[in-house]
């Protein structure tokens, strides 16, 4: 049988972490979505050409490129989809929107404020010409964060006055964890604040439908220098005490204070070195009718109290966010089956192709990743000075 559906055809770039998370998405949206596109797996591109080929060969890309350059001539590629460190995104993801394709860009969506104004301007521009670009803040599109922002946006909260967000992992506790380019301010531009700051301001900002307006931070490295590994070291483990160390150039942990411009106060922290939580992503935001609360180590569960309900027999609820009801989950297994990490990355690629064909702008644009990076700017300069900084929202 043929497909009738036209191919979109996918260039993407890089092909470690984010790379493979990628590739499963662009292999699975198609299985179990009918999208109205079909996209093609056209090329992988990464400067080692071998293990860009055992990637190729490991997700079914069709053919390698060395240079990002050779995919914009390409008439075979539709999409650019950015999965490198972000010294590169603004240079790769500008020139692509020039070339008429459309970038799913990763987070966050630059090293710096000017190269984010860059990229939204350029986004603008690409627009017009029906040419469409958004950011991968993948954690919006795990459904209990879906059903906590529709909850929030039926009135179910009331007004908004808490916002309490977290992302805690453990994989720099040990000193001997070897350096990777994460913690290489050239390269990723900043430490936990970026990495994974990022992830919980865009949650806080989409969850509750409101923009940071200032904030107050402090920024702390633990351990000043690791062990040399290469470039292909991966998130955490231990290298010999005796190995060669350089220097860590980003922050190991961030903590902020912030103010929303509808008059809610939020406390932030982003740790590296939070010991034994591996990936607790929490949010928990307190209304005038409600509260809700969200944990990545329970991804599938949404915690909701409904504070008009008779006291007597109130509490927190635990629902089980696994019903066709619920974003997203139609399409996956029977309730209660459970989704994990990797389906928040083919969520993002399904609403891309969706809003592609339907000439929609997606969601989180450039802008929505330009006003983040407005926030991780106000933090570091905060941390720096010891001031209140406002983010400009
Ligand atoms: C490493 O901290 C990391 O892989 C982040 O870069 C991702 O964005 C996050 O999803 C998981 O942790």
Same mark, same amino acid.
């Given at each position: ?12 770039? %890089?092909?470690? @972490? ?13 299985? @179990? ?21 055992? #990637? ?7 053919? #390698? ?77 795990t459904p209990a964060v879906?059903l ?107 903590? @902020?204070?912030?103010? @929303?411009?509808? %008059? ?20 928990? #935001? ?8 969200f944990d990545f180590e329970d991804m599938n569960v949404l915690e ?14 635990r629902i089980i966010v696994t019903e066709?009801?619920h974003?997203y989950i139609?399409?996956w297994w029977?309730p209660g089956h459970g989704l994990g990490y990797?389906h ?18 997606? #969601? ?30």
């Amino acid at each position: 049988m043929t497909d009738a559906r036209t191919d979109l055809g996918i260039g993407m770039v %890089g092909y470690a @972490f984010m790379g493979a998370a990628h590739s499963q998405a662009w292999r699975t949206a198609p299985a @179990f979505f009918d999208l109205p596109l079909h996209p093609r797996m056209a090329a992988i591109c990464g400067r080692n050409e071998d293990a860009a080929g055992q #990637v190729a060969l490991r997700f079914g890309w069709e053919s #390698v490129e060395t240079d990002w350059r050779s995919l914009l001539t390409r008439d075979d590629i539709q999409v650019i989809d950015i999965c490198t460190p972000g010294d590169t995104h603004a240079e790769i993801a500008i020139e692509a929107l020039k070339a008429g394709k459309h970038v799913l860009c990763e987070k966050p969506l630059a090293n710096t404020v000017a190269e984010a104004e860059a990229m939204a301007a350029a986004a603008a521009d690409a627009a017009k010409n029906g040419v469409r670009a958004m950011v991968g803040f993948t954690y919006r599109r795990t459904p209990a964060v879906a059903l906590a922002q529709r909850l929030v946006a039926e009135g179910r909260l009331g007004t908004i006055r808490h916002v309490r967000a977290q992302y805690l992992q453990d994989w720099l506790t040990d000193e001997n964890a070897p350096l990777n380019w994460r913690l290489d301010k050239d390269k990723a531009g900043s430490g936990a604040l970026g990495d994974i700051g990022a992830h919980i301001i865009d949650m806080a900002q989409f969850v509750t439908g409101s923009q940071i307006a200032s904030v107050s931070g402090l920024m702390e490295t633990f351990v000043k220098t690791r062990p040399i590994a290469g470039d292909h070291a991966t998130l955490g483990g231990s290298s010999s005490s005796d190995a060669e160390r350089g220097p860590v150039t980003v922050d190991d942990a961030a903590v @902020f204070t912030a103010r @929303f411009v509808d %008059g809610a106060i939020g406390v932030f922290e982003a740790t590296r070195f939070a010991t034994g939580r591996k990936n607790a992503l929490r949010l928990e #935001v307190n209304g005038s009718k409600g509260s809700l609360a969200f944990d990545f180590e329970d991804m599938n569960v949404l915690e909701f109290f409904d504070r008009t309900e008779d006291p007597a027999i109130s509490g927190f609820r635990r629902i089980i966010v696994t019903e066709a009801s619920h974003p997203y989950i139609a399409a996956w297994w029977p309730p209660g089956h459970g989704l994990g990490y990797e389906h928040g990355f083919t969520h993002q690629v399904v609403d891309f192709v969706n809003d592609i064909a339907a000439g929609n702008d997606p #969601v989180p644009s450039f802008a929505d990743g330009l006003a983040v990076q407005r926030v991780l700017d106000a933090v570091a300069a905060s941390a720096d000075d010891g001031k209140t900084h406002p983010t400009g929202a």
